[in-house]
Structures are given as structure tokens and as C-alpha cells.
């Protein structure tokens, strides 16, 4: 098959990349005289915490090929931190598997789980893009909905849940997670909940789904998903971790050790020691507190309005137009956004606004929507 077949079926099977549709929007907010800010995208631009630097230096000298599995004293950091900071209890580290980043496990999932042309896989409304691109590329259908009602009488094979979420930063809570977990074993449905933010809520506090009061003491039927790319700035490490049903853990693990979806041992290790320190993530939520705050008064001083935005690193922010009109006017004022429509047809009046740039940049935001 030659690269133009190739091109040309991937293009089909996929939408389009998101930020590539916002090319010259990017492009217009460069040409300002002070730089562009870019506000569009998640990524940390603090140090990587000491502990961690540390951990994968002493470990570096690591000549032989890591596990797929990871030691058991890796995967129980991750038990550990689940009870200390999320109350998840019960949990074995048998039940963890390493991941290389939260994307490439939800980009994996329904293949590496088998499913396919007969399988649903449920997203929320707005979502990740992630989770529709990892199912279409599987074969599955795909439903996006809040609301479990809708799906009537059909049993998906596979529910994503994410809170706080991505993009719009609400957090479900207790009671909305139980319904959801109840509904998800009634039907035989695994339940998949990306909780990488789950550190971070303003106004609510966000709660696993494998904490006790939600899952009644058993994992049966769910996993989590945790990330440290954010909590601890290891983006460039490429850590995560998924957690839950003993099952479905030895399952996807017997499939990645066929594949070799390994993270590095000096990685392992970084990851065991960012869980074992709860100081800098404390530090890293005060930072983005400060950034949350000033970003947030800025644009409700120049006539934006904030939706939800009780936890994650974003604000839902909207002008009540189309998205793409105000992606243009921010460009024009060298601010790059991520425009609503990326995460779904409900989000096209939105805008998705990272507190994740420094504090120079943010100033910058506030300076520019000032004089506008």
C-alpha cells in the first residue's frame, strides 16, 4: 500500500488533528510585538520537582530492560498515594499497572481490550479528544453523552467519566459517581475514569471513583486513570498509572507485555518518589491558584463570563458567540485559546483557557485584555 493509500485511510478513520485547525490563529497571535501567549494547550512550564530529579539520576544507570508490570515497590508508591490523598482503600499493587502517560493508555484501551465493530464506547459530551479517537481506532461506536438516559436500553462495553473535567473543569459528585457505577454494573460496562486532575479543585472537591463511598469496597468493573505529567510536572517523563479491577489490570497487562508498553526504570522510579512527596504538589496547586485567580479576574473584567471551572487547570470561558470568533479576537491580541468546538459540538460557544503558562505571560494576558 502505497503512502498516499495510507494518508487517505487515516484521514478517514480520524477528524482532523485539533490544533492544527487553529494554525492561523497561532500564527496571527505570534506577529504580536510582545510575543504570543499560548493558553491553548495543558503543558507545565515550572521545574520538575527535586525529588524527582533526584530519583531518575540515581537510577540511570539502568542497562537491563525494565518490566511492563514495574516493581512492586513502584506500583505500592501508587496504592500508597491513592489511600493517602484520594481515601482509595482495599487496593492491591497487583491492581496498578504503569503507563506510558494517561494519552497512550486511553488512546490504547478499547484495541488493547479487544473491542471493536460490535462495541459502544461512551464519552461525555465534552470530552478529550482522546477518548473518541482511541475507540474509533478500535472500530467501536461511539456515544457522547452526560446522560445514561439517552443510551435507553443498550449496554456500551466501555464509559469514560472524567472530573474534574477536561475542558470545562466541573467536578461530579459522590452521588452522581454512585448512580454511575451502579448503571455500569447493572449493564456489564467497565467504567473508565480519567481523574488526573483530581488534585486540583477550587470550588469542589473531586473524589475517585475507587474511593469506598462511591465504589461500595469493590473495584469490580472500574479503573482509574492517573497522570503525573501535571501534579509534578513530569509532561516530558511521559508517567502515569491505571489502577481497579484486578481483571482488567491483568488483562491489559498480559496484552502490553506482548506489545512492550514498558516505562524506563529511571522513569519508575521518578514516578515513586513525585508520589511520595505530597509537599510539591501542595507548593505547584498554590502557583496555579495565584495564576487561576488573576486570569480569571482579567477576563471577567473585559466582559467574559466563566462556566463551571470548579477544578482541573482551565476556565470555561465565553462571550456568547461562536468560538472561532473569539479565538480570532484574542489572537488578534496575541492570545492563543483552545477553541470549544475541539471537545464537542456543545462547546462551541467556549473557549478553554490554560493557567498553566508563567507568571510573566499571564501578566501579559492581563495587560493586553486591559487596554482592549
Known amino acids: 500500500m502505497g503512502a498516499g493509500s495510507v494518508d487517505r485511510r487515516v484521514s478517514g478513520r480520524f477528524p482532523d488533528f485539533p490544533w492544527d485547525t487553529i494554525a492561523a490563529a497561532k500564527r496571527r497571535a505570534g506577529e504580536h510585538p510582545d510575543g504570543i501567549v499560548d493558553l491553548s494547550i495543558g503543558t507545565p512550564v515550572d521545574p520538575t520537582p527535586a525529588v524527582a530529579r533526584e530519583a531518575l539520576v540515581a537510577a540511570a544507570d539502568a542497562p537491563g530492560y525494565p518490566t511492563v508490570l514495574g516493581p512492586v515497590a513502584v506500583r505500592q508508591a501508587a496504592v500508597d498515594w491513592l489511600e493517602r490523598s484520594a481515601g482509595v482503600t482495599g487496593l492491591d499493587a497487583d491492581q496498578v499497572l504503569l503507563t506510558v502517560g494517561s494519552k497512550e493508555l486511553i488512546a490504547n484501551l478499547p484495541t488493547q481490550l479487544g473491542l471493536g465493530t460490535d462495541d459502544t464506547v461512551v464519552i461525555p459530551e465534552l470530552a478529550y479528544p482522546t477518548y473518541e479517537v482511541g475507540a ?33 473543569g466541573r467536578v461530579l459528585g459522590p452521588d452522581h459517581l454512585r448512580k454511575l457505577v451502579a448503571w455500569t454494573r447493572e449493564r456489564g460496562a467497565l467504567l473508565v475514569s480519567d481523574e488526573c486532575y483530581l488534585e486540583f479543585g477550587w470550588e469542589a472537591e473531586p473524589v475517585s471513583v475507587l474511593h469506598p463511598d462511591v465504589c461500595g469496597g469493590s473495584h469490580e468493573g472500574l479503573l482509574a486513570v492517573h497522570s503525573l505529567s501535571k501534579r509534578s510536572n513530569l509532561a516530558g517523563y511521559r508517567t502515569a498509572f491505571v489502577a481497579g479491577d484486578r481483571a482488567v489490570v491483568a488483562e491489559l497487562l498480559a496484552v502490553r507485555k506482548h506489545l512492550g508498553f514498558m516505562v524506563p526504570t529511571p522513569v519508575q522510579h521518578a514516578l515513586a518518589a513525585a508520589l511520595g512527596d505530597d509537599e510539591h504538589v501542595r507548593l505547584q496547586k498554590e502557583v496555579y491558584a495565584g495564576r487561576r485567580d488573576v486570569l480569571r479576574r482579567a477576563f471577567e473584567g473585559a466582559g467574559w463570563r466563566i462556566d463551571h471551572s470548579e477544578g482541573s487547570l482551565y476556565l470555561w470561558a465565553t462571550r456568547d458567540e461562536p468560538c472561532r470568533t473569539s479565538i480570532d479576537w484574542l489572537a488578534e491580541r ?22 498553566m503558562a508563567s507568571d510573566e505571560r499571564i501578566a501579559a494576558v492581563v495587560a493586553r485584555l486591559d487596554v482592549s
Open 334 to 355: 496575541g492570545i492563543l485559546a483552545a477553541p470549544g468546538d475541539f471537545y464537542g459540538p456543545a462547546g462551541a460557544r467556549h473557549v478553554r483557557l490554560s493557567f
Open 136 to 168: 474509533r481506532h478500535a472500530g467501536c461506536r461511539v456515544v457522547a453523552t452526560d446522560s445514561t438516559l439517552s443510551l435507553g436500553p443498550q449496554s456500551p462495553a466501555l464509559v469514560y467519566v472524567n472530573s474534574p473535567a477536561n475542558p470545562h
